[in-house]
């Protein structure tokens, strides 16, 4: 997927791997017009998942709405904590990824 997305046009900016309850590599990319992705490695999941990622300013309250909406946390790989954020993967009832996060500064 890295090489695929380095096709058209993104580079790695950085890879975050930095949680002691999963293993996971996270690859983030950037394109030249500042468009980001996120290429995740997660070895206890084994097949390709595809999700997109929302950046938020107060999780809990962001949290609280999809799970209203009848999203559900992700069997596959619970909420956590790191240094830099805090972050949970939510499935919504019709199968969609979303992995909801807020950068701690």
Same mark, same amino acid.
């Given at each position: 997927?890295i ?18 309850? /999963? ?7 950037? +394109?030249?017009?500042?468009?980001? %992705?996120d %290429?995740?490695? /997660?070895?206890?999941?084994?097949r ?5 990622? $929302?950046? *938020? +300013?107060?999780? +809990? ?5 999809? $799970? ?18 805090k ?9 969609? *990824?979303i992995?909801?996060?807020?950068? $701690?500064?």
């Amino acid at each position: 997927m890295i090489k695929l997305f380095e096709e058209h046009g993104f580079v790695q900016t950085h890879n975050k791997a930095e949680n002691n309850d /999963v293993e996971f590599s996270a690859h983030r990319m950037k +394109d030249s017009n500042g468009f980001h %992705i996120d %290429i995740l490695e /997660v070895p206890a999941v084994p097949r390709t998942v595809t999700a997109v990622r $929302i950046n *938020v +300013d107060d999780y +809990d309250e962001a949290y609280e709405l999809f $799970i209203s909406k009848g999203f559900h946390e992700s069997k596959a790989f619970a909420p956590s904590t790191t240094a830099s954020s805090k972050y949970a993967y939510l499935v919504s009832p019709s199968g969609a *990824v979303i992995g909801l996060c807020r950068h $701690i500064k």
